[in-house]
């Protein structure tokens, strides 16, 4: 297609290589039209071209032109799809999901949501809550995955506002030990857009989460 394409060749048939790129007013279907018919007017009659290689080349440059178009599709696609995600991302700012982590946050008066996932072979499950100063101030048996935990001391008495250590250990039927993993409230700080990997959440104590995981949002 170069010998129908070059700005030389397009000078000589009478085509304005710069108004045409300027104004785009010609499609490159159109300025190779221009050119093949100009080279037929001037071809010897005694060496025709090979219309053949014309059909092949036209249909190679719609298939460019196509795929090009797809192209520019697909960007605005992806562009759309990313302001969708920094939309509904800024929203959940502010909001506490469940995240892998060992340490919550207990307001005033509040109580703390608890998850777990419990080995089949577990004989039994416990649970240490530590404040600020590794104070143990809670601990229980704990029988099911998900719980709430209200809060306060062995004794009752509710507990100050602040940061506590979460704890969890299982035990088999051979006396094996086992550390288990908490998920515990964490806020939504801000959100990292456009990253490396994506739309991500930066998670308070736990760092960032990717926006298309599963979120298991709080309240």
Sequence with gaps: MSQYGTDNAKVKA???VEATEDSKALTDTDVFMTLYIEQLKAQDP?????TNKMVSQIAEMSSLEELSTISTQLESMTSALTSSQAISASTLVGQKIMANTNVATLDEGGDVPVKMNIPEVSLSTTLEIRNADGQLVRDMNVHEESFVWDGKDNEGNALAAGEY???????DGEGVKTSLMTRLPAKIEGVTISGPNGTELNVS????????EELDIVG
Excluded: R
Aim: proline letters at 4%.
């Design 205 to 212: 104590g736990v760092g960032k989460i990717g926006l298309t």
């Design 46 to 50: 005694t060496a025709p071209q090979d």
């Design 14 to 16: 009478g085509v304005d």
């Design 165 to 171: 250590n979460f704890k969890a250990l299982s035990i």
